[in-house]
């Protein structure tokens, strides 16, 4: 799943994860990126599924801050 926001590259989940795991830090546009690829009802890969909810694990956990956008 791609997308694709204005002066921004499209990003794969993929990618974004990977991202996000590095850095320790997930901003809000990109946790509602995450949440509505998962309700959308549009067809993720059970990888990217469970790399989505690697994520919000890691949340609930403090391994990942959420942060704000800036």
Known sequence: MLWSEQNQPKVTINQMVNRIMTSGKLSRREYLQLTSSILS????TDEERHQINQIFDFIQMGKINLIDDN
Request: net charge positive; charged share 50%; no cysteine.
């Open 41 to 44: 009802g549009k067809k993720i």
